[in-house]
């Protein structure tokens, strides 16, 4: 079993910052990506951040500039610092891995719970 487990939502005025954990634990051989995507009411799920292993970062546009992805996948942790938030940063957060679980096994992506962001006007 694998879990992916985030922290560090809550609610914050425009122009905040927060900080957001997730820790991947559990029957887990390698990881190649962790990233970090948000759902607003009502819209698709989109993509955020990405961390490749090996180093590759990769961002939405929409948050080039104001939020950092960091971490360290051999730990399997990922970290997303979000600054100068936005209202229309409000969303659930979730955290994702693409992981195998056994050596020859495929890659497939796992999900976190989610944890709510609120960015007040």
């Known amino acids: 079993q694998v879990q992916l487990v985030e922290s560090g939502g809550g609610l914050v005025q425009a122009g905040g910052s927060l900080r957001l954990s997730c820790a991947a634990s559990?029957?887990?051989?390698?990881?190649?990506?962790m990233g970090w995507y948000r759902q607003a009411p009502g819209k698709q799920r989109e993509l955020v951040a990405t961390m490749i292993s090996g180093g590759s970062l990769n961002y939405a546009d929409s948050v080039k500039g104001r939020f950092t992805i960091s971490g360290d996948i051999a730990k399997n942790t990922v970290y997303l610092q979000m600054n100068s938030l936005k209202p229309e940063d409000t969303a659930v957060y979730y955290c994702?891995?693409?992981?195998?679980?056994?050596?020859?096994?495929?890659?497939?992506?796992?999900w976190g719970q989610g944890t709510q962001v609120t960015v007040s006007s």
């Open positions: 559990g029957s887990i051989f390698s990881i190649n990506t």
């Open positions: 994702s891995a693409d992981l195998s679980r056994y050596k020859g096994h495929i890659y497939l992506k796992y």
